[in-house]
């Protein structure tokens, strides 16, 4: 397996905006799928975005939550995607997640990143 680290949370004022990042690393890892969640205190996990980041179909697609607002870019290793979400609201604060459908080599796996916390003050 690799490794996934999340990056580009903190504090940001209602309305602001955050780049965020998700790589994937490790010897001969490659990302096939990447998801971005969010997970809100009290709250389960909920999906926000995923992206293909290879083959076909590498259209991202939204939850209704943030569609409009959320944007997932693919870095051009392809082990790397860029969400960014704009015009944030009070109830976008939460731990966002990333998570990956890779191969290393023969074997697939899945994994969990750490999680970046964003806080959006009122």
């Known amino acids: 397996q690799g490794n996934l680290e999340e990056s580009g949370g903190g504090l940001v004022e209602t309305g602001g905006s955050l780049n965020l990042s998700c790589v994937a690393s490790g010897s001969r890892v490659t990302a096939w799928s990447m998801d971005w969640y969010r997970q809100a205190p009290g709250k389960q996990r909920e999906l926000v975005g995923s992206?293909?980041?290879?083959?076909?179909?590498?259209?991202?697609t939204y939850a209704d939550s943030v569609q409009g607002r959320f944007n997932i870019t693919v870095g051009n290793d392809q082990n790397t995607i860029l969400p960014q979400i704009k015009d944030l609201k009070p109830e976008d604060t939460a731990v966002h997640f990333c998570?990956?459908?890779?191969?290393?080599?023969?074997?697939?796996?899945?994994?969990w990143g750490q999680g970046t916390l964003v806080i959006v003050s009122a």
């Open positions: 998570h990956i459908d890779g191969s290393r080599e023969l074997a697939t796996f899945e994994l």
């Open positions: 992206i293909n980041t290879r083959g076909a179909h590498t259209d991202p």
